[in-house]
């Protein structure tokens, strides 16, 4: 199975851009059967109310459950002190399986960090280039797995994506995606050196083309399970255990329920649907 672990959403309430302005799916989807997508994990384009644009996101969810699946996209600085309600709504009624944040918005919290632990949820925090705070997420929130997008830079800044090399290699719990890498050869080397276990596809569609995107990751000549991890592995295996009904702070859930999957996905052994 190949999932796209990396694609925007719904529409956005700004009109500085495509990013703040509107997401569409269709040509999208069009390109991603094409190219044998067979999952998409969306989340809302910039928005200034993520808990509109989150509802908005999980009707599209909702409209395709066996096609999608959503993060839920919060503000670090507006929705400060509501983050575990928002959270709480995106798991517990839409279904969602992370947390997106973004460094254009404002650095990633504590609030956020802890929220995330409790849910038992992935983050996938653009940094922005700013890859020294994935020393800093990493040690104080060891429970917690981030993915930073676009190895760590979309303006291929390649000594942050460099950077960021380094820092999947010695923190387990660090990932990154593939989505907007220009630059070939760190792609290469972010394999090669962290491993294919670290590596997420991702296409940062609706924007870019999911096939070209794919592409990048089929030449890197991967063994075939090593490039199953890549194309989908990994991201399942980062979901599984997301808990429902998890208590502020980091408590015991009340109900623990680890995300399911197909039986046909060979990276687990759940015989019931996600569904």
Known sequence: MIIDCHCHAGTGDGLTGPSDTKAPLKAYLRRASEAGIQRTVLFAAFHSDYASANAEVARI???RPNR????AFVHPERDRGRVYELVKVAVERYGFVGIKVHRH?????REICE????FALPVLYDVAGEVSVCELLAQE??????????????????RAQLALIDHLVRHRNLFADTAGVRRFDLLEQAVKRAGPAK????????????G??????????????????????????????VRRGAKPGGGLPVRAAAVLVEASDP??????PFF
Request: avoid cysteine.
């Open 115 to 118: 929220t995330a632990r409790a």
């Open 61 to 63: 969810v909702a409209s």
């Open 105 to 109: 918005d404002a650095r990633i919290t």
């Open 68 to 71: 999608f699946y959503g993060l």
């Open 212 to 241: 070209v995107e794919l592409a990048k990751v089929r030449v890197l000549g991967l063994l075939p399970w090593d490039e199953q991890l890549v194309l989908g592995g990994n991201f399942l295996r980062l979901i599984r255990a």
């Open 267 to 272: 990276w687990h052994g759940s015989s019931s």
């Open 199 to 210: 590596i997420l596809f991702g296409s940062d569609g609706p924007w870019l083309h999911p």
């Open 141 to 158: 929130y060891p429970g917690v797995n981030f993915i930073i997008p676009h190895l760590g830079s979309f303006a291929d800044d390649w």
